[in-house]
């Protein structure tokens, strides 16, 4: 019946009264959203060594999630339009204070102490840069002229330098990588893009040798030799491509994954996740990963493609593409093609904050799609 | 629609659009082939090898505990030590029933119920196959009958630990702190990696302040394990390197005989070695044993320190603010020589009042029912007798400016930088301050009381000494250490740039005046003279513990003993060429010098019979 909606919903994107165009909501992508949560508990219960606690914990972050992704959905698309730059400037004040009053673990200052709650900056701008990019860059000619690539580049630059400060490198590639989408998808020019890739490759030893902190060079060169860092990341890597291998077609069976039970594999209920999923479902479990994942982008590069508006269409490209990088760098890093840097997997990895910044996002697409068409 | 929808064209826009998208999309493809390339490539093309690895894969990475940097006073005695401590630890696993197991080991050695209770909370919180401590500090004949029914306790094992001991007790435990579990605020701000062979850290003291260098790097083990996760050989070790070890100031002789003299009063001592700044003595008393503290104390025990009346956690040396009362007289005695404010021939007549133009209400001096010190009041008589009237005129010509300004190069007012954590600044009032702390201005009336160290005015025990040292220095300006070497490595004296500048005249005027609080037949502190070798110069004070109205008389028969006041005492020895210097109080003791300085005479006994005695050997 599902597949009948989607048919339906990609030849007439609105002027329909059905229950989920007047809700605001995308099925696809719900369902897509459903599935992936309910495998990411399942995947969570057998990497925390069974705890019915953390799972628990994931899963009213999943529900909360879903309540706020419908809240958010229910908004014109006109709104985030036009508030956009407030809720950048908000955040951008929010990183600032965090370098000054931010209150932090194992050396990183990432959360603004609000008595009640902690609140991480740096989440917010995963949205707020994208959103500000899109509504700005719409607005002005397309493809953007010099000035408006400037402006967009000192926006995203900004977020980027002071979360790469607190250190959170991770955060930092994503804010980077949504304010590169938003350009591309805008029409950034072909000369741009070519100074772009040759400025990148000038700034690999200028990063090396100025910014990159030690522990950050570590990770890279544990990359290279894992055998070097025995209790650190080096040590991750080798057991997490040890859970990988062994696991082979189809896994050693849910919770029989002898890597992740047997305790070898550390952060095996956050960033390193997919190794417990792949030792124990092994690679019929990964592909079936990654065709949710991207039919998952799919209908969201199909959405981007029907909106109503030009901000609509950057937002939603944005997003999804942001989304795959998400998925990119993390199943990298876990299978050693990529350096160890704080990211985890959406909706499978342990962790609260994040799955709700997801599901935000996901809540403004859903309002994208479902915009009325205005000719 | 949009501002400049005039000059584009949507219809191109979308179709630029959907290339770029396009573009985007195949870019995603290729990048998620090249992770299935990889994910096939490990578990398909070389699943055998992995499979292997993971069937072998007994091998497991510890840490290797490193041991703690100990701590040494000057004469190398040690006073905290690493000792083994045997821990019962179960892996569940391991056991095929646990609540039997927990029985028969309840049978053989003693295992309370809350032991076990504490156990199954821990239990929580671990990771499969990780050894949970059951019981601490077993006895050498628990492990001996352990190792014997070994056979049928299988999943029970003792493990050894590295335990910080401090061997004299509550006689340090002001100055060296002590470590504690890692509590869960702070296993958010360490780094793991670095405590991953320990449980413990620095709370306090000098354990804290030092923590970076006393830990010491951790190590790493490779082990095998057989199928049940127990460890069968070690394959590859590097070691851990010890944290570095501390060797004090503190004389430990001179810490006893310090913390023995306060008997039962409550109170704080440091002693200060002149030329280097060395902490030589730091008492704070009562005191408390931090053993207790180590390997977690019991509520019972803690709310019993906690909620003592004489509050023995508190460390009073750098922590308590009193005011410092007539002790800061030869202090502003130098000043106002120096200033020209007064000079050794200006004399006063005292009748045991002082008026002040504009205010009705006299201030009084503490003999006033007596007719207050009578004719020709000079200086030197002002602090050998501990006349207010004198130091009041004084104070008000001196001014609050130059009082404050001299008070902080004393040292008071601002925290020494002491190496321990947690110092008062005390206050050293000045126009600047009230008008930011209070909001209002200064007045002459705050000027008097500050001239006899009353008022605003609060300083440390610590400052105390430091403000000795520096009268008895001649202006040498010092920074008080308690760490002489670090593994053996003398640290430099820390100086300030300038010695307070006072012309050397003065000081000797002082001095001499200071010699004659303890030597001359008026002085204040005459009561310790008898039968000294040597020559010790001093100046006692009072502090109120509550204000008493001008018209009331102080009598400590209507006020309780908590609200009796302190008495003070600075003091440094061998007057004519100063070793140690000395700032002490004992809380409600009254008077400086019957209540205080007797204890500044006991550690000067022992530290100058001491030093004679080393000196003769020297020769």
């Not at chain 2, 990889?38 to 072998?56: G, H, K, M, P, V």
Request: hydrophobic share 40%; with cysteine.
């Amino acid at each position: 019946m599902h597949r009948n909606d989607f048919v339906r919903q990609l030849n007439s994107p609105g002027g329909d009264r059905r229950p989920s165009r007047v809700m605001h909501i995308d099925i696809p992508l719900l369902l897509i959203l459903i599935a992936l949560c309910s495998i990411g508990l399942a995947v969570l219960y057998s990497a925390s060594a069974e705890s019915i606690f953390y799972v628990k914990r994931q899963a009213t972050f999943m529900v909360i999630g879903l309540f706020s992704m419908i809240v958010i959905a229910q908004f014109k698309p006109r709104l985030w339009e036009r508030w956009s730059i407030f809720i950048y400037l908000c955040g951008l004040l929010s990183l600032v204070a965090v370098l000054f009053f931010g209150v932090g673990a194992k050396g990183a200052q990432r959360w603004l102490d609000l008595g009640v709650t902690r609140f991480q900056p740096s989440e917010l701008m995963k949205i707020a840069v994208p959103m500000t990019l899109a509504s700005y860059l719409s607005k002005r000619h397309i493809p953007p002229r010099f000035k408006h690539v400037s402006l967009a580049v000192i926006a995203t630059t900004i977020p980027v330098l002071l979360v790469a400060k607190q250190p959170d490198l991770g955060t930092s590639l994503i804010i980077f990588s949504s304010g590169f989408f938003a350009l591309f998808l805008a029409g950034l020019g072909k000369r741009y893009l070519l100074s772009t890739a040759l400025l990148a490759m000038a700034a690999v030893p200028t990063l090396w040798f100025y910014v990159m902190l030690d522990y950050q060079k570590q990770r890279v060169l544990t990359l290279l030799s894992p055998e070097q860092d025995k209790l650190g990341a080096g040590w991750n890597i080798m057991q997490s491509t040890t859970a990988i291998g062994s696991g082979g077609w189809s896994g050693k069976g849910w919770t029989q994954g002898t890597q992740s039970q047997l305790n070898f594999l550390p952060e095996s209920h956050t960033d390193f996740i997919i190794a417990v999923l792949a030792e124990e479902f092994g690679l019929i479990g990964v592909l079936g990963m990654l065709v949710l994942y991207l039919l998952l982008i799919g209908r969201c590069m199909i959405i981007s493609l029907n909106a109503q508006s030009m901000f609509g269409r950057i937002m939603a490209g944005t997003i999804s593409l942001t989304f795959f990088v998400y998925i990119f760098v993390n199943m990298g890093m876990v299978s050693g093609i990529l350096p160890v840097v704080g990211a985890p997997l959406p909706f499978i990895s342990y962790g609260g904050t994040a799955i709700v910044t997801l599901f935000l996002g996901f809540g403004i697409l859903m309002a994208i799609s479902t915009e009325p068409k205005r000719i | 629609m949009r501002d400049s929808a005039a000059f584009s064209d949507p219809a191109r826009e979308r179709i630029m659009f959907a290339r770029r998208l396009l573009v985007t999309a195949v870019v995603t493809l290729l990048l998620t082939l090249v992770l299935i390339v990889r994910y096939f490539d490990l578990q398909i093309s070389r699943y055998e090898d992995f499979a292997t690895q993971s069937n072998n894969n007994r091998v497991l990475v510890r840490p290797v505990a490193p041991s703690r940097g100990l701590i040494y006073d000057r004469n190398s005695k040690l006073i905290a030590d690493n000792r083994p401590s045997y821990n019962l630890t179960i892996v569940p696993e391991r056991s095929r029933d646990l609540e039997k197991l927990l029985a028969d080991l309840g049978d053989v050695i003693s295992i309370s119920e809350r032991d076990i209770k504490r156990f199954r909370k821990r239990l929580q919180q671990r990771r499969p196959y990780e050894q949970t401590s059951l019981r601490f500090n077993l006895s050498e004949e628990e492990r001996a009958t352990l190792a014997v029914n070994g056979h049928r306790l299988v999943g029970a094992e003792t493990s050894a630990r590295l335990k910080r001991f401090y061997p004299d007790g509550q006689l340090f435990a002001h100055v060296v702190g002590y470590v504690g579990r890692i509590n869960e605020r702070e296993s958010q701000t360490i780094e793991t990696v670095k405590y991953s062979g320990t449980d413990s850290i620095g709370k306090i003291g000098l354990e804290k302040f030092y923590e970076q260098q006393l830990l010491g790097e951790v190590g790493s083990e490779q082990v095998e394990t057989n199928a049940l996760g127990r460890v069968t050989r070690v394959l590859d070790k590097t070691g851990s390197v010890s944290g570095d070890n501390l060797t004090l100031h503190i004389d430990s002789n001179l810490q006893k005989v310090g913390l023995d003299a306060f008997k039962d009063k409550r109170g704080a001592l440091v002693a200060i070695e002149i030329e280097t700044g060395g902490v030589l003595a730091m008492i704070s008393a009562p005191s408390y044993d931090p053993n207790l503290f180590v390997t977690g104390i019991s509520q019972k025990n803690y709310d019993n320190l906690l909620y003592s009346k004489d509050r023995p956690l508190f460390d009073r040396a750098i922590r308590g603010q009193y005011p410092p009362g007539s002790t800061i007289k030869p202090m502003f005695g130098l000043t106002a020589l120096q200033h020209r404010v007064v000079t050794p021939s200006y004399k006063i007549k005292d009748n045991g009042y002082f008026y002040f133009k504009g205010i009705e209400r006299p201030w009084r001096d503490h003999n006033f029912a007596r007719g207050g010190h009578g004719d020709g009041v000079d200086l030197a008589k002002a602090i050998i007798e501990s006349c207010n009237i004198y130091f009041y005129g004084l104070g008000v010509k001196t001014g609050i400016d130059r009082l404050s300004d001299y008070g902080g190069q004393f040292g008071l007012g601002s925290t020494t930088g002491i190496d321990l954590p947690g110092e008062k600044p005390g206050i050293m009032p000045s126009r600047a301050w009230k008008k930011g702390s209070r909001g209002q201005s200064w007045y002459n009336g705050d000027t008097i009381n500050t001239s006899i160290g009353q008022g605003f005015m609060l300083s440390t025990p610590l400052q105390l000494a430091v403000m000795s040292a520096r009268i008895a220095s001649r202006g040498e300006v010092r920074t008080p250490q308690l760490v002489k070497a670090i593994n053996g490595i003398d640290q430099p004296t820390i100086t300030a740039e300038k010695d307070i500048s006072i012309s050397d005249q003065h000081w000797d005027y002082v001095h001499k005046a200071m010699q004659n609080v303890v030597h001359s037949g008026r002085g204040t502190a005459r009561s310790i003279n008898k039968g000294l070798t040597y020559r010790i110069a001093g100046k006692t004070g009072t502090a109120q513990a509550i204000s008493i109205d001008a018209e009331d008389k102080y009598d400590n028969t209507k006020i309780a003993k908590r609200q009796w006041d302190h008495a003070l005492f600075i003091a440094f020895a061998p007057a004519d060429d100063p070793k140690i210097a000395i700032g002490l109080i004992v809380e409600n003791g009254e008077h400086g010098g019957s209540a205080a300085a007797p204890i500044a005479r006991a550690v000067f006994d022992a530290y100058m019979q001491s030093n004679s005695s080393t000196a003769l050997v020297e020769r």
